[in-house]
């Protein structure tokens, strides 16, 4: 089955750094665009980040612009969210999703809209906290 994995969360004390990796298993990231989504305890699913098939336009949450950015090797098959500044409220399960959207001319972007994605990983978990 086509599916998602996510590493790279841990605990970090506020204002820290941790960068989370995405890697398929059983496909290639080519030709998808893959997002971040994160959901906290009681809390709705929040798009984070995403990013296009190429890595040539991506999109952020007003909650964490300059502060998180996504980048992708597609050379190593691998999509990253780098996130810096880390806050309490960043702290949330973490998830990376993928759908098939080769490319500007296929449709609508996916955005970040969970709806709009196919594929998904386990989640990693990420605590902000002192």
């Known amino acids: 089955q086509l599916r998602l994995v996510e590493s790279g969360g841990g605990l970090v004390q506020p204002g820290g750094s941790l960068r989370l990796s995405c890697t398929p298993s059983?496909?290639?990231?080519?030709?998808?665009?893959v997002a971040w989504f994160r959901q906290a305890p009681g809390k709705e699913r929040e798009g984070v980040s995403c990013?296009?098939?190429?890595?040539?336009?991506?999109n952020y949450a007003d909650s964490v612009k300059g502060r998180f950015t996504i980048s992708r090797d597609n050379d190593k098959n691998t999509v990253y969210l780098q996130m810096n500044s880390l806050k309490p409220e960043d702290t949330a399960t973490y998830y990376c999703?993928?759908?098939?959207?080769?490319?500007?001319?296929?449709?609508?972007?996916?955005?970040?809209?969970?709806?709009?994605?196919?594929?998904w990983g386990q989640g990693t978990q990420v605590t902000v906290s002192s």
């Open positions: 059983g496909f290639t990231l080519d030709w998808h665009e």
């Open positions: 990013i296009s098939s190429m890595g040539h336009s991506t």
């Open positions: 999703a993928a759908t098939f959207h080769p490319t500007t001319g296929y449709g609508p972007e996916p955005g970040l809209y969970s709806e709009n994605y196919s594929y």
